[in-house]
Nanobody
Framework: QVQLVESGGGLVQAGGSLRLSCAAS????????MGWYRQAPGKQRELVAT???????NYADFVKGRFTISRDNDKNTVYLQMNSLKPEDTAVYYC???????????WGQGTQVTVSS
């Protein structure tokens, strides 16, 4: 069974930084594309950033230049470094893993990020 556990969320002032972590249990991490999504109240869940098994990254336009996704395959962990945070970044952030063998998607429970103005 695969579990994804996010951490690192919290309350920060606008312009500040946070680093989210997502630790994956199980043996699929190295063979999974990883991603971060977010969902603000009353809005649909949206893609923030993804990273492939080979380390290629993709970002939503609204975080380009501010957020950085990375992965440590030895620690089975994916990170999201968030800089220059804005109040509109306030949301629950979810970790996602897509296992390339089955294309099955796993989700974490989410971590709250709140940016005050």
């Amino acid at each position: 069974q695969v579990q994804l556990v996010e951490s690192g969320g919290g309350l920060v002032q606008a312009g500040g930084s946070l680093r989210l972590s997502c630790a994956a249990s199980g043996s699929i991490f190295r063979r999974s594309a990883m991603g971060w999504y977010r969902q603000a109240p009353g809005k649909q869940r949206e893609l923030v950033a993804t990273i492939t098994t080979g380390g290629n990254t993709n970002y939503a336009d609204f975080v380009k230049g501010r957020f950085t996704i990375s992965r440590d395959n030895d620690k089975n962990t994916v990170y999201l470094q968030m800089n220059s945070l804005k109040p509109e970044d306030t949301a629950v952030y979810y970790c996602n893993a897509v296992f390339f063998v089955t294309s099955y998607a796993y989700w974490g429970q989410g971590t709250q990020v709140t940016v005050s103005s």
